[in-house]
């Protein structure tokens, strides 16, 4: 398993998007691991940032299909944890 973080870990990857560029240079500033936990402005984080995306995702499918029996063609493609 990879070490987790941001990755590249040195720079970002060679792009003529500013906003990429200032997007990794925003993570690299303020979030990071230490103790196996995320911090963002050295305050620890309850949920990783993976686990945010999943349970937003969740969330959203939910929403989605409860108004006028919305259906997302990939809900089951999606490997998400129940």
């Known amino acids: 398993?990879?070490?987790a973080g941001l990755w590249?870990?040195?720079k970002p990857r060679p792009t003529?998007?500013?906003a990429?560029?200032?997007l990794y240079e925003a993570f690299a500033d303020d979030l990071s691991i230490r103790d196996s936990r995320w911090y963002q402005n050295n305050n620890s984080l309850d949920h990783s940032p993976r686990e945010q995306a999943?349970?937003?995702v969740k969330k959203l499918?939910?929403?989605l299909t409860?108004?006028?029996g919305f259906t997302l063609w990939h809900h089951r493609k999606c490997r998400l944890s129940q």
């Open 1 to 3: 398993m990879s070490k």
């Open 8 to 10: 590249p870990r040195e």
């Open 16 to 18: 003529e998007s500013n």
């Open 20 to 22: 990429e560029i200032r």
């Open 54 to 56: 999943h349970s937003f």
């Open 61 to 63: 499918v939910s929403r």
């Open 66 to 68: 409860s108004v006028n």
